[in-house]
DNA sequence: CGTGTTTGTGCGTGTTTGTGCAATAATGTT
DNA sequence: AACATTATTGCACAAACACGCACAAACACG
């Protein structure tokens, strides 16, 4: 591989990621260390990126995209650290929208290789940015609201797919109701979503546990695992515990 | 083997993998490496390809990475204002990815009510902030490079729909070889799109007019509309002035 | 035809560039 | 404070390169 290639390879990391790890480099580009060292340091003079202890950040990271303005990000970043040991390389995995996913895909590590299938725009974005998985990105009406696809046409196509695991943020979970949402498109595709995977794991800030909404999508004996930032013995998972259904 | 004949193959090559080793070279023609370096110096002074140690690279794969940097960005405005006379209340858009159509759709006006149908999930995203916009995402495999889905399931669904107008943006347009690209997946799906649309435009920053890449798309025939950033008289539309197609 | 010129090619030599290694320093982590 | 990771520096070596020269084939012209 050419020099010129290494450096453009690299940059498009960089714009990718908005960073890039120094090591990661070394595996996907199979050279030393040094020679990584160097290419950074002439894309600097080149005044391409910006040099860090570790790697290398994008220019035009002005840092946090407003990344404080998701609400309740730390116990999201909890919830995808926890979910992150469910995923094995290899696997089939249907994900679904929102913000606690999304902060969940931005997690993930470098190396994993799978096959994600998403209704979500913004989630196929992100999971791009990873070299060694697949996406899939199932298409239909896409909702100004939820900024996902939604309608028949997504629910006959999830209807054609069968995965290792479905993860899913959720509205409201209850021990004895289970899965419960408000608006009836949205139940639908949840529906959906659960038939198509062998095991499903839905992510879940504590604060919307055991709430009931209008509409129900599943029991919770159709969850495989339940993942919340609280500590597991914590006394809010009571009514879980006693459910055949693993809290991480 | 003539200098001549040795050019050519080496242009070949250049056009077919992007690159080529000084090494390689002297291996297949079975002379010397300075002379090797001396072509490789010839053809660069005629501007043909891009020289640096160990081999040389193609011109144009040189421009396909720096679009992440919204590259133009002052051009892609004036066209896109210039397209926007195109879209009238009640069509029915197929639109495609790219930084040119993304720049469109931020200038889009705020009451325009019509469908869109894209490939591109950040185009939809953008499109999702309009409330007369209807928005239905074409889904299938996503590409990590261009960022918009593709594969078999993109085109058989394009197959299946009938719209008003078709806006893409392009890699490269001839006023004799018409649309042309270099990828084999990419070039599938924008003969789709053309084929599923009454009319096409084709949004174009000068820079692209007149080069001609390995792939044909179509012919200039085909297409209804070319919008540049440039004065409808400039001189160097006059060869797709000749052509019946309307220049914006 | 002969002589001089141009062009294309290869060879030798010295220089530059790209890369990795090892020792050491700086920085982050626990 | 101890440790692990990451940076820096200087050095060595091979690959790639530039330059001048030599030679031969093709060409030009009187």
Redesign the interface.
């Known amino acids: 591989m050419?020099?010129?290639?290494r450096h453009?390879f690299i940059?498009?990391q960089i714009?990718?990621h908005n960073r890039v790890l120094t090591s990661d480099l070394v595996q996907l580009l199979n050279v030393s260390e040094d020679t990584i060292r160097r290419d950074l340091q002439e894309l600097v003079d080149d005044g391409l990126l910006f040099k860090v202890h570790g790697g290398a950040l994008s220019k035009?990271y002005h840092s946090s995209f407003d990344d404080s303005t998701v609400y309740a990000r730390d116990s999201k970043i909890v919830i995808a650290k926890k979910t992150i040991r469910l995923i094995k390389d290899g696997m089939v995995v249907l994900i679904g929208g929102g913000t606690t996913i999304l902060e969940l895909v931005k997690q993930l590590p470098q190396h994993l290789g799978a096959t994600f299938f998403t209704i979500s725009?913004?989630v196929?974005?992100e999971?791009?940015?990873y070299?060694n998985i697949?996406?899939?990105?199932?298409?239909?009406?896409?909702?100004?609201n939820s900024?996902i696809?939604y309608g028949g046409h997504v629910i006959s196509?999830l209807a054609e797919i069968k995965v290792d695991l479905c993860l899913m943020g959720t509205s409201a979970i209850h021990p004895e109701e289970g899965l419960t949402d408000t608006d009836w498109e949205i139940n639908q595709l949840k529906k959906a979503m659960v038939a198509c995977a062998k095991k499903t794991a839905v992510l879940c800030i504590s604060e919307k546990l055991d709430i009931t909404l209008r509409l129900k999508v599943c029991p919770i004996e159709n969850i495989s695992y339940l993942i919340t930032e609280l500590e597991v013995e914590h006394e809010s998972l009571a009514g879980y515990r006693a459910k055949e259904l693993n809290i991480l």
Request: zero cysteines.
């Open positions: 050419l020099k010129k290639e453009d940059m498009r714009n990718l035009s725009p913004l196929a974005v999971l791009a940015k070299n697949e996406v899939i990105l199932i298409g239909g009406l896409f909702s100004k900024q696809t196509q």
